[in-house]
């Protein structure tokens, strides 16, 4: 079965600093990866996703992952965060099954960027 | 309404009360999903329902019982819950089939059980 691991639970950064939010899934064949934000008091909102293609991919308001087969890892980053960028963070795979898909999620990254 | 819609946004109720959550989506998807997100635990599936077909059962309790009557709305019926229940209930809609795979998510019901 799929799986995803969040390194890290917390991570705490001042505004206008670089963040790394980290990701590892367990292999399979086909890989489709999602970053998900959620504010607070919010549903989930997509970040942005890897289902083919370049590698890198990027999102509206400055974050980019990238998906590393070798490594199995779709890190998160921003090279300069806001406050506003202050929510929590989940990776997530697609695992197909009987023409079904399910979204397995990661335990999720709380970040929080201080003044 | 656009995307994902989803009543009520708070929900206290009794542990012999019996309630509904609802969902209804927008965008002309054809699977539709309940999650459970409580404190400290990842995001848990529940059910899923593609093409109006119950696809997933997640090992839910019997007190919580899904329906979903046509592609566009899905219910998650509540009747003799524990605290422990206590959750924010997200709703997700996808169109399985067509390359997209991307759920798109409600804002949630907050659920207390006293």
Same mark, same amino acid.
């Given at each position: 079965a799929q799986s995803v691991t969040q390194l890290d639970s917390q991570v705490p950064v001042f505004e206008e600093a670089p963040v790394e939010l980290r990701c590892n899934y367990s292999s399979s064949v086909s890989v489709y990866l999602f970053w998900y934000v959620q504010y607070p008091n919010q549903g989930l909102q997509l970040l942005l996703k890897y289902?083919?293609?370049?590698t890198l991919v990027e999102s509206i308001n400055g974050f980019e992952a990238e998906f590393n087969k070798s490594q199995t890892s779709f890190h998160l980053r921003k090279p300069s965060v806001h406050i506003s960028d202050t929510a929590e963070y989940f990776c997530a795979v697609i695992t197909s099954q009987g023409g079904s898909e399910k979204l397995v999620f990661g335990k999720g990254t709380k970040l929080t960027v201080n003044p | 309404e656009t995307g994902v819609t989803q009543t009520p946004r708070h929900l206290v109720m009794g542990m012999t009360n019996k309630k509904s959550l609802k969902c209804e989506q927008h *965008?002309?998807?054809?699977a539709m999903y309940w999650y459970k997100q409580s404190a400290k635990k990842p995001l848990e599936l529940m059910f899923v329902y593609n093409f109006k077909e119950q696809? =997933?059962?997640?090992?839910? !309790?019997?007190r919580f019982s899904p329906e979903c009557p046509n592609s566009s709305h899905l219910f998650l019926h509540l009747h003799t *819950?524990? !605290? =422990?229940?206590?959750a924010l209930y997200l709703c997700a809609s996808s169109q399985v089939?067509? /390359? /997209?795979?991307e759920q798109f998510f409600g804002p949630g019901t907050r659920l207390t059980v006293l």
């Open positions: 289902l083919s293609g370049s | *965008l002309g998807h054809n696809t =997933e059962n997640n090992s839910v !309790p019997s *819950l524990q !605290p =422990e229940d206590s089939g067509r /390359g /997209g795979h």
